[in-house]
T-cell receptor
């Protein structure tokens, strides 16, 4: 069965410092991996995805993620955190199931960026 | 905005009420999804409609009844809910198909915050 793990419930970072939000996955076959962000009282907003190709994927708002097949990880990173990056971040893995893409989400990691 | 709208944004209902949640996507997609987001739990996929046919019902109780009259609209009809059904209900859409399109991104609406008293 496919699964996604986000081992940290919360990540605290000082503004201007680099941030990493961790994600590991378990999937049979080639993984299709996604990161979403959720701001308070809002829906999920797509940040980036890995389908194939370059292991380093760049996304919205300066975020990037690195696909590591040997470690089955897809960590989200940003070189310099902003207070406005504070939100809930979800990693997800997709499989093509019956003609649609089924997303399996991690439990989410709350990112708190302090001034 | 993502091109997916949901109404109402907030809903309070008693256990004997009947209400409906509405979702509309303006992205030309051919698949739509209902998710439930409860505190301290991962997002739960409830229903999937692909090409206007229901292709997944993820063991959801019958007090939740989805309807997809066309590829742009999705409803979730609610009847005799329980307090534990209080949650954020999210709608999403995507374009599905063969090859690269099979992994197209899902775009989410802002959600309906439901409170069942």
């Amino acid at each position: 069965a496919q699964s996604v793990a986000q081992p940290e419930d919360q990540v605290n970072v000082a503004e201007g410092n680099p941030l990493t939000v961790k994600c590991t996955y378990s999937v049979s076959g080639n993984p299709y991996l996604f990161w979403y962000v959720q701001y308070p009282n809002r829906g999920l907003q797509f940040l980036l995805k890995y389908i194939t190709g370059d292991n380093l994927v760049k996304g919205s708002y300066g975020f990037e993620a690195e696909f590591n097949k040997s470690q089955t990880s897809f960590h989200l990173k940003k070189p310099s955190a902003l207070v406005s990056d504070s939100a809930l971040y979800f990693c997800a893995v997709s499989s093509n199931s019956g003609g649609y893409n089924k997303l399996i989400f991690g439990a989410g990691t709350r990112l708190a960026v302090h001034p | 905005e993502t091109g997916v709208t949901q109404t109402p944004r907030h809903l309070v209902m008693g256990m004997t009420n009947k209400k409906s949640l509405k979702c509309e996507q303006h992205l030309g997609h051919n698949a739509m999804y209902w998710y439930k987001q409860s505190a301290k739990k991962p997002l739960e996929l409830m229903f999937v409609y692909s090409l206007e046919e229901r292709v997944e019902n993820n063991s959801v109780p019958s007090r939740f009844s989805p309807e997809c009259p066309n590829s742009s609209h999705l409803f979730l009809h609610l009847h005799t809910l329980q307090p534990e059904d209080s949650a954020l209900y999210l709608c999403a859409s995507s374009q599905v198909g063969r090859g690269p399109l099979a992994q197209e991104t899902q775009y989410f609406g802002p959600g309906t915050r439901l409170l069942v008293l």
